[in-house]
């Protein structure tokens, strides 16, 4: 088993940034692949970032290229998500992820097995 627990997020002014990380515990070493998602209200949960735990290769959401950053630290198994330039429309729960089937950055959600408990990012206009 592997947990997931988030920190960061809360309220900002569109163009600010904020910092989610999520630190991995348990059996680390059995997961390939980590993501954040996101879920805004009335809508279903939608890819932002991930990160292969191997070679670090990135893929991002095209509404988050270029403002968002996604990197992990191997030796404290935690997952950071820089966020920069927020807007209004990126307010939602964000969700870090850890896949146990991929070792390549997916974008699919039910490529991953064990979710974070959600962290609220709000961003006023």
């Known amino acids: 088993q592997v947990q997931l627990v988030q920190s960061g997020g809360g309220m900002v002014q569109a163009g600010g940034s904020l910092r989610l990380s999520c630190a991995a515990s348990?059996?680390?070493?059995?997961?390939?692949?980590m993501g954040w998602f996101r879920q805004a209200p009335g809508k279903e949960r939608e890819f932002v970032a991930a990160?292969?735990?191997?070679?670090?290769?990135?893929a991002y959401a095209d509404s988050v290229k270029g403002r968002f950053t996604i990197s992990r630290d191997n030796a404290k198994n935690t997952l950071n998500l820089q966020m920069n330039s927020l807007k209004p429309e990126d307010t939602a729960v964000y969700y870090c992820?850890?896949?146990?089937?991929?070792?390549?950055?997916?974008?699919?959600?039910?490529?991953?097995?064990?979710w974070g408990q959600g962290t609220q990012v709000t961003v006023s206009s």
């Open positions: 990160i292969s735990w191997s070679d670090g290769s990135t």
């Open positions: 348990g059996r680390t070493s059995s997961y390939y692949a």
């Open positions: 992820a850890a896949s146990r089937i991929r070792n390549v950055p997916d974008s699919r959600r039910d490529m991953y097995d064990y």
